[in-house]
T-cell receptor, first 118, second 120 residues
Framework: GDSVTQMEGPVTLSEEAFLTINCTYT??????LFWYVQYPGEGLQLLLK?????DKGSNKGFEATYRKETTSFHLEKGSVQVSDSAVYFC?????????????????FGQGTILTVHP | GAVVSQHPSRVICKSGTSVKIECRSL??????MFWYRQFPKQSLMLMAT?????????EQGVEKDKFLINHASLTLSTLTVTSAHPEDSSFYIC????????????????FGPGTRLTVL
């Protein structure tokens, strides 16, 4: 079956440090890949996505590249801020989609807690 | 942006009682909602897919008679944990998929903030 493995946390960084959160996956089909973020007391929000190999998703300074050869989708940010403190989830779906927008069942990694200190 | 609410945010109940959790899409319509369960330091596990006006589709290993799902309208799905036991204690999260009937980004999933269930 499908699975997602994220680097274990928690991750603690100082402001302006470089961030990498590793994510690898196994999938029976050709998955679309996602990073979700959960701020304290809020629901998960889609941070970025990539639907095919070599696509780069980006948002709010975060980036992740769909690497089919290494089955990875690592999240990076060049300079983190205190406001980036949250839980980050890597996820995939292999639900057939029409036009690249139909997201169905999601398989999640276990989440990585990020804390950024001033 | 699109908002999904869950009620209650926390509930504590005695073993053997039933608990209902509501998931509402506040500014869009959702023909499909998903219910997830999250154990401490573990990932979200999909329990079931809730389809408006029809029966829910349960994932393998999830007891449909224990976790009753009702999706009676385009903005509301409910999860009822029947005869709850301590092992049902968990964090339950719903997501709603925008049907695009009233604008917004069609097919995008929006997540609720979750409900913490503790069964004594």
């Amino acid at each position: 079956g499908d699975s997602v493995t994220q680097m274990e946390g928690p991750v603690t960084l100082s402001e302006e440090a470089f961030l990498t959160i590793n994510c690898t996956y196994t999938a029976t089909g050709y998955p679309s890949l996602f990073w979700y973020v959960q701020y304290p007391g809020e629901g998960l929000q889609l941070l970025l996505k990539a639907t095919k190999a070599d696509d780069k998703g980006s948002n709010k300074g975060f980036e992740a590249t769909y690497r089919k050869e290494t089955t990875s989708f690592h999240l990076e940010k060049g300079s983190v801020q205190v406001s980036d403190s949250a839980v980050y989830f890597c996820a995939l779906t292999t639900t057939p989609n029409a036009g690249g927008t139909s997201y169905g069942k999601l398989t999640f990694g276990q989440g990585t807690i990020l804390t950024v200190h001033p | 942006g699109a908002v999904v609410s869950q009620h209650p945010s926390r509930v504590i109940c005695k073993s053997g009682t039933s608990v209902k959790i509501e998931c509402r899409s506040l500014d869009f319509q959702a023909t499909t909602m998903f219910w997830y369960r999250q154990f401490p330091k573990q990932s979200l596990m999909l329990m079931a897919t809730s389809n408006e006006g029809s029966k829910a589709t349960y994932e393998q290993g999830v007891e449909k008679d224990k976790f009753l799902i009702n999706h009676a309208s385009l903005t509301l799905s409910t999860l009822t944990v029947t005869s709850a036991h301590p092992e049902d204690s968990s964090f339950y999260i719903c997501s709603a998929k925008n049907a695009g009937l009233a604008g917004g980004k069609r097919d995008t999933q929006y997540f609720g903030p979750g409900t913490r269930l503790t069964v004594l």
